[in-house]
C-alpha cells in the first residue's frame, strides 16, 4: 500500500480557505489511482471537516497533532488529559487571563478573555460550550493564544499534569499542548501506516517527526528549519508540484 499524508493548514489549504479546486481534483486524482490519502492536521474533526469537500471527508484523518484520530467523518478514538490535573491548569490560565481554546471529541471551550481566534472557530458553525460540559467529556487539545508565554506556562504544567507535548505553530502567535507521546508519526504508525510506502507532506514543527519517517519528505514554505532530505516547494507552486509527485508515485514501483 502507498500512502500520501497531507498536513492541512500551510500545506493543502491557506488563510484558513477551504481546499481549493484544483488541489481536490489532484489528490482525487491519486484515490483513484489507487494511492491511500491521509490527512494529519492539529485541528479537530469539527474544524477540519469544512475545509474539505464531502467525497475527501470519509478517509483517515489524524486531528489535535495525533490525539484524534478519524474514519468516515466521524471521531473514531481521542487521547485526553487526566481531568482533575487539566482543570488545575485551566483555573490557572484563567486566574492569569491568558486567552486559549480547549477541545473536546467533538466539542470546545474559550477563555473569558478574548481572542480574534474564537471568532473564527465559531465562524465555522460551532458555538463553544461551557467549560464543565468539555471537562466532562475530557480534553484533547489546549490551544494557547499567545506564544510569548510558552515558558511560563510550560513551567506551571510541569507542576501540574503528569505528561504532555507542546507543539508550536511557526506562522501564528499560539501553541498547542495535547497529552504525552501525541504526535502524527505515532498516530499513523497505529493506524499500520508502513511509513516506508509513504510520503508526507506540511510545513511545521508538529509535522517533522512525520516527515523524517517518510520515505519522501515534501516540505512546504521557508518557514521550517528541516535538514532531512526533502522536496521543498511554496504555496504558489504546491499544486503543480503535487501534481508532478502525485504522477510519479503512481507511475513508479516503489517509492
Not at 53 to 65: A, E, R, S, V
Amino acid at each position: 500500500m502507498r500512502n500520501l499524508v497531507f498536513d492541512l493548514d500551510g500545506t493543502l489549504v491557506f488563510k484558513g480557505q477551504p481546499l481549493s479546486a484544483s488541489i481536490a481534483t489532484a489528490l482525487r486524482h491519486a484515490k483513484k489511482e489507487g494511492l491511500n490519502v491521509v490527512f494529519a492536521t492539529a485541528r479537530p474533526l469539527r474544524d477540519t471537516l469544512p475545509l474539505l469537500p464531502t467525497d475527501l471527508q470519509n478517509g483517515f484523518i489524524i486531528g489535535c497533532n495525533g490525539a484524534m484520530i478519524s474514519r468516515y467523518g466521524k471521531v473514531q478514538s481521542a487521547n485526553r488529559f487526566e481531568t482533575r490535573q487539566i482543570r488545575a491548569l485551566i483555573q490557572w490560565l484563567q486566574d492569569a487571563e491568558i486567552p486559549y481554546l480547549i477541545d473536546s471529541q467533538d466539542d470546545y471551550a474559550i477563555s473569558s478573555v478574548p481572542h480574534p481566534f474564537h471568532e473564527f472557530v465559531n465562524a465555522l458553525g460551532s458555538a463553544p460550550k461551557p467549560l464543565e460540559c468539555i471537562l466532562q467529556v475530557g480534553i484533547t487539545k489546549l490551544l494557547i493564544l499567545d506564544k510569548s508565554l510558552r515558558a511560563k506556562i510550560e513551567a506551571e504544567a510541569e507542576q501540574m499534569l503528569d505528561s504532555f507535548q507542546i507543539y508550536e505553530h511557526v506562522s501564528d502567535d499560539s501553541f498547542d499542548m495535547v497529552p504525552e507521546a501525541c504526535n502524527k508519526l505515532t498516530a499513523l504508525e497505529a493506524a499500520g501506516i508502513q511509513m516506508a510506502e509513504t510520503a508526507c507532506f506540511g510545513n511545521d514543527h508538529n509535522d517533522i517527526a512525520m516527515l523524517e519517517a517518510a520515505a519522501s519528505a515534501v516540505v512546504v514554505g521557508d518557514q521550517l528549519h528541516f535538514s532531512a532530505p526533502c522536496l521543498r516547494v511554496s504555496e504558489n507552486d504546491m499544486q503543480t508540484r503535487l501534481d508532478d509527485l502525485i504522477s510519479t508515485l503512481v507511475t513508479a514501483p516503489s517509492f
